[in-house]
């Protein structure tokens, strides 16, 4: 499994996951997502374009990030979701937790919109 993160101009951060979320990938990306997750205070985006596979550990390491970034009102989405893993998130229900975009543009659109939205109410 891979992680990579990419910081958008915009204010919003972007972390490419290649690979499976199973017990062997969430070994190698569990401590580099929660200091992430720790560390972060801009909007985050996981890009799942390159996994193709979503265990119920992986589910588990999702929900916990999410939890932690929306513990300090950072919010987190998820988008370009292969058919495989978008079945296992609705039987999950994960996606009623967290919101899903069809690409990176979508996403940062509502994100930036929700952070705006935020800031003026604020």
Not at 28 to 52: C, G, H, M, W, Y
Not at 93 to 109: E, G, H, M, R, T
């Amino acid at each position: 499994m891979e992680f990579k993160i990419e910081a958008l101009a915009i204010g919003i951060d972007v972390v490419h996951l290649n690979g499976r979320l199973d017990i062997g990938g969430i070994k190698q990306i569990e401590t580099p997502f929660a200091e992430l997750a720790k560390n972060q205070t801009r909007p985050l985006i996981l890009d799942l374009a390159q996994v193709s596979y979503l265990a119920s550990v992986g589910i588990r390491l999702l929900l916990t990030q999410a939890k932690a970034l929306s513990a300090k009102k950072v919010p987190m989405a998820l988008c370009n979701i292969q058919p495989l893993v978008a079945e296992t998130l609705k039987f999950s229900v994960l996606d009623l937790y967290l919101p899903i975009f069809p690409d990176i543009p979508s996403a940062q659109k509502a994100l930036t919109q929700k952070d705006a939205g935020q800031k003026a109410s604020g």
